[in-house]
Nanobody, 126 residues
């Protein structure tokens, strides 16, 4: 059972990246999926979440309007499209899966996520 996050890299301010979170060993469509990020010296921050059906989403205010979360259950993959990137978006980005169903509200407590990806580094240069 594994989540594999990919798609990070170095981009200039204003640029775009698309992160992918692919599952192996289990089916993602039963799970709520979230993206977290952790900048050096900071705790892990939940930035976006999507329900198992894809009909409900959450965004942290600082990424709202710039980031879009989506999922393709047929490909067992969740995406995070990141546009208008800023230097403060620089962090390691992680995806995580929770069995708990998301309907509304904010990110779940970290302990609710049962599977975590290994992280992918996003660096935004000024």
């Amino acid at each position: 059972v594994q989540l594999q996050a990919s798609g990070g890299g170095l981009v200039q301010t204003g640029g775009s990246l698309r992160l992918s979170c692919a599952a192996s060993g289990f089916t993602l469509d039963d799970y709520t999926i979230a993206w977290f990020r952790q900048a050096p010296g900071w705790g892990r921050e939940g930035i976006s979440q999507i329900s198992s059906s894809g009909s409900n989403t959450y965004y942290l205010d600082s990424v709202k309007g710039r980031f879009t979360i989506s999922r393709d259950n047929a490909k067992n993959t969740v995406y995070l499209q990141m546009n208008s990137l800023r230097p403060e978006d620089t962090a390691v980005y992680y995806c995580a899966a929770a069995r708990r169903q998301y309907v509304f509200g904010t990110i779940f407590p970290l302990d609710d996520y049962v599977y975590w990806g290994q992280g992918t580094l996003v660096t935004v240069s000024s």
